[in-house]
């Protein structure tokens, strides 16, 4: 039996839930970013450009989900040691990368939902419309949709370092840490 230090099962499928929803709500939001609304409506038609809203909007608040009850299992159940233990900056490196994704991730949606609601338009989970908790307010809705499209792209930077660092751990070192989330 492997007796290597794992996550729970728990926090594996929602860490790879959490990675797979973030990959699509990264792309589509490239799309709303460079397209935009009129964008979108004259190539696809308002049908698909509802759709693509409508479900960035949605798994933008599963997303919230997601990354909440990470926290509250990272904070419950702990994590597993690395063994070996990592060299001193990598644990470090490791640590700020984590805490950054994390913070990032409750952050984003958060951001997504204010900015919609402040903007006026409707904020969507399937076909429920949630509350806005924020009045029509043009100026503050671009406010918050630049901070949320920067947020955007600081996690792509840090998805694309904690990537990196997993690739190397499991490709290059072949050291184990990638059966801490059940590969390798």
Do not use: C
Not at 74 to 80: F, I
Not at 95 to 114: F, I, K, N, R, S
Not at 143 to 158: C, D, P, Q, R, Y
């Amino acid at each position: 039996m492997d007796a290597y230090p794992r996550y729970s099962l728990v926090q594996q499928l929602v860490h790879w839930a959490a990675a797979a929803i973030i990959i699509g709500l990264l792309a589509s939001g490239q799309i709303l970013d460079n397209l935009g609304f009129d964008g979108l409506k004259a190539r696809y038609g308002i049908e698909t450009t509802n759709l693509i809203y409508k479900y960035h909007k949605t798994f933008g608040v599963i997303l919230l989900g997601l990354m909440t009850l990470r926290l509250v299992l990272r904070l419950t159940l702990g994590k597993p040691a690395y063994d070996p233990p990592l060299p001193r900056l990598n644990k470090v490196a490791s640590e700020v990368v984590h805490g950054l994704l994390y913070l990032a991730l409750l952050a984003q949606p958060m951001l997504g939902w204010a900015a919609t609601a402040a903007g006026g338009y409707p904020v969507e989970f399937f076909d429920t419309t949630l509350p806005r908790f924020l009045a029509k307010d043009p100026a503050l809705a671009e406010t918050l949709f630049g901070l949320h499209g920067a947020v955007g792209s600081l996690i792509m930077l840090l998805a694309a370092l904690h990537i990196g660092a997993a690739l190397m751990h499991w490709l290059v070192r072949r050291d184990g840490v990638m059966r801490r989330m059940g590969l390798g």
